[in-house]
């Protein structure tokens, strides 16, 4: 058996043209009957840095009985000359999140993944707490088993007001030995009490992109 978290996470590349770039991290959500890959921004776009893909490839699981069974299924990032992600906003501003809408219709017939939900999001942000134990699920270095091509967990804990954002900027601090290729994954605590809802995904989902103050423009 594999720990539904895990399959709520992907490994992430950015490509230009025929050349890989970076490789970083995604995890899905749905929500409306749709799903979504969530990143950072900056894994798909970098003024700074000048980094420029066209397309993301991630790595999908495709047979429910065999996790060693893998595909690669691309994303443009643009149609012409117009992004297609959607850009993660809260009320102060803009968050280096966004999401792309995968078209089901695209997809592989057969799918082995576990999407996050609107359940899994924080519902009060007075009950994450400074100095409290988190996961980060993602891909350090492209780091992960790739014989069964899942991602790995790091150990951190929330380092600044979780409610404030940090510096005005939008985005909260975990203490944690981080790597490049960690960009996008999830910042997740385990759920000790139950919730309707949740399902077989007892996580609570602390990336700034699932915060409950956050939200993406869907329309």
Known sequence: MVESVLLAVTRV?????????TNATGFFFARDNKLFLITNRHVVLDEASDHRPDRLEIELHV???NVTVTTQFGIPLYRGTNPVWRQGMDSAGTVDVIALQLERAALPTKLLLQPFTSDNLVERLDEIEVGMQVLVVGFPLGFHDTLHHLPVVRQA???SAFSI????QGYFLTD???HRGT??????A???TPQSGRGELPWENYHGCCLVSTQLEWM
Do not use: H, N, Y
């Not at 590349?13 to 770039?21: A, I, N, W």
């Not at 954002?165 to 005005?168: E, L, V, Y």
């Not at 960009?183 to 997740?188: K, Q, Y």
């Open 176 to 178: 944690a030995q981080m």
């Open 13 to 21: 590349s950015t490509v230009v043209g025929d050349k890989q770039l």
């Open 183 to 188: 960009s996008g994954a999830p910042v997740v």
């Open 63 to 65: 047979d429910p009985e």
């Open 157 to 159: 804990v929330i380092a």
């Open 190 to 192: 385990r759920v000790t």
């Open 165 to 168: 954002r940090f510096q005005g």
